[in-house]
Structures are given as C-alpha cells and as structure tokens.
C-alpha cells in the first residue's frame, strides 16, 4: 500500500516516488528484521550462553520495521530507509521489555509495534527527509529533514517540530477518545471476562480447544528428538 499512496505513476516523477515507496517499505522491513533478531540472540547468548533465534522478536521487529517506515516511505534515502529499519527493530525490543517489567499485557506485541514504531516513523520523517526526495514527491523543499537542514547551515527546526506536535497530538487525542470508551466499558462490566473463562484460557472456554502448546521444552526432550530423528 505505501507504492500504491501515490494514487497514480503515469508520469515518470510518480513512477519514481512509488518505486522509491517500494524500495524503502522492503528495506526498512528487512533492517527491522534483522537488527531484533540478531540482538535479540546476542542478549540472550549473553544471559545463557547458547544461540537462540528468535523468530517471533524477527516478525515483529519486521512489522515494526514496516509500520516506521511507512510515515517517510516516500522522502527518505534508501540508506535512511535502512536506518529507520534498524533503529525500529531496537525499539521494539526496548518496548516489549518495558511491557514486561510494567506488567502490561499486551499479547501480540502491539504496543511496541505500532505505537513505538509508529512514533518513531513520524519522528524519523523530520529528521532523514531528504530535499531532492520531498521535491519530486510534493513540489517543494523549504522545510526538510533536521539532518539535511543543518547541512544547509540553518538548522530549520520546523519538519522535525510538526512531526513532534503530530506524536503529541495523536498521543492526547488516543488517550481522551479511548480512555472515555474503556471506562464506559468498565463501569458496565463489559470490559474484561469472567475470572473464571480468564483462568482457563478463552481458547477452551469460547472457542472450544487450545490453539497453542504452551509447554515448554527441556534439553532432555530437544535431545530424545534428535536421536529419534537420526534413527
């Protein structure tokens, strides 16, 4: 969808800026995959010694990766792009711990996706927009990204602090409209299950079975499977 925002790519200019689209939604994927999994695995080599691969830190570092890039998709270098990958998968990572250390319960990760990494996309866009991108996009280059304003020698502030008002903005307005909603939700009683559907899982109380196989392997059961492999 980010190619597919130019509405059009009859000219040429706008063939560049969907292609460009393109390059840097696959590259600031691609960076946020990369940049989780692998710290995710140094990290945990350091806590226990072994090389774990997460792959669910690599999906939604990815995810995040995407939803960052999203914002700038269109004014960004494609280094930028790769930038802004790299720094998300870290983000999200950061944000999950912070999840659990809070006690936050937020299943899928969602927070950090697309809040953390949605933040920092906005962010990111004031800061790596580049003039040349901005011009064949939008038809102008007066306020550009705070790393190239101050290749310029003016350190114009003003794309960076739209971008920071619009994360404030969202950020109060989120809080107001949904804070009113979940404590209408509460008051009625409407807003979390029953304990006791809570306890046992709604996968077994609503749904009728267990979607996941929660028991966690040991090192005696990983070595039975190999050797029943290799026989």
Request: charged letters at 15%.
């Amino acid at each position: 969808f980010n190619p597919g925002s130019t509405i059009t790519i009859a000219s040429e200019s706008q063939g560049d800026v969907a292609a460009l689209a393109a390059v840097n939604t696959t590259l600031g994927a691609g960076a946020g995959a990369l940049s989780a999994m692998f710290t995710k695995t140094f990290f945990e080599y350091k806590k226990s010694g072994e090389y774990i691969w997460d792959t669910t830190a690599t999906m939604n570092g990815c995810l995040t990766g995407l939803v960052a890039i999203t914002a700038g998709c269109a004014t960004v270098e494609p280094w930028a792009g790769f930038v802004i990958g790299i720094f998300s998968g870290w983000f999200y990572l950061a944000g999950s711990a912070l999840l659990i250390k809070l006690r936050i319960d937020d299943a899928v990760d969602a927070i950090p996706v697309h809040m953390i990494g949605g933040t920092w996309g906005v962010i990111s866009t004031g800061i790596f927009t580049a003039p040349r991108r901005l011009k064949e996009a939008f038809g102008m280059t007066k306020h550009v990204g705070w790393f190239y304003a101050w290749s310029r020698g003016s350190g114009d502030f003003t794309l960076l602090g739209v971008q920071l008002i619009s994360c404030i903005w969202i950020i109060g307005w989120t809080t107001v409209t949904m804070g009113i909603y979940v404590s209408v939700l509460n008051y009625f009683g409407m807003l979390r299950v029953d304990p006791y559907d809570e306890e046992i899982g709604m996968d077994i109380s609503v749904h009728g079975g267990s979607a996941y196989d929660l028991e966690t392997p040991t090192k005696t059961k990983i070595t039975k499977k190999k050797n029943e492999t290799s026989d």
